[in-house]
């Protein structure tokens, strides 16, 4: 079964960094996209930033630059100039194809979420 193992989260200052990664547990994951989702205190779950299968990237507009995502099966996000806003839990999600279903419309896999606190 196809899991996603994120890391990199943590406690930062205001204006710290951070860089979040997720790895896709099977070597033949055929990737067809994926993005990093917040969720903040209060809020519904939010898009922060989306790639395509062909690298075309989309972020956020509260990003502001911040935020850069790469990769495919080891998707990042990193995270620069972090504010007090930017406190939540992170959600990797890919799209893509395992190796025992290699066809058919694209499957969604969602991380079990990551924790990002900005202190003052």
């Known amino acids: 079964q196809v899991q996603l193992v994120e890391s990199g989260g943590g406690l930062v200052q205001t204006g710290g960094s951070l860089r979040l990664s997720c790895t896709v547990s099977?070597?033949?994951?055929?990737?067809?996209?994926g993005g990093w989702y917040r969720q903040t205190p209060g809020q519904e779950r939010e898009m922060v930033a989306v790639?395509?299968?062909?690298g075309r990237t989309n972020y956020a507009t509260f990003v502001k630059g911040r935020f850069a995502i790469s990769g495919k099966n080891t998707l990042s996000l990193q995270m620069t100039n972090l504010e007090l806003e930017d406190t939540g839990v992170y959600y990797c999600?890919?799209?893509?194809?395992?190796?025992?279903?290699?066809?058919?419309?694209?499957?969604?896999?969602w991380g079990q979420g990551i924790q990002v606190t900005v202190s003052s």
């Open positions: 999600h890919l799209e893509g194809w395992p190796a025992t279903v290699p066809v058919g419309p694209s499957l969604d896999y």
């Open positions: 099977e070597n033949d994951f055929a990737f067809n996209g």
């Open positions: 790639v395509s299968r062909t």
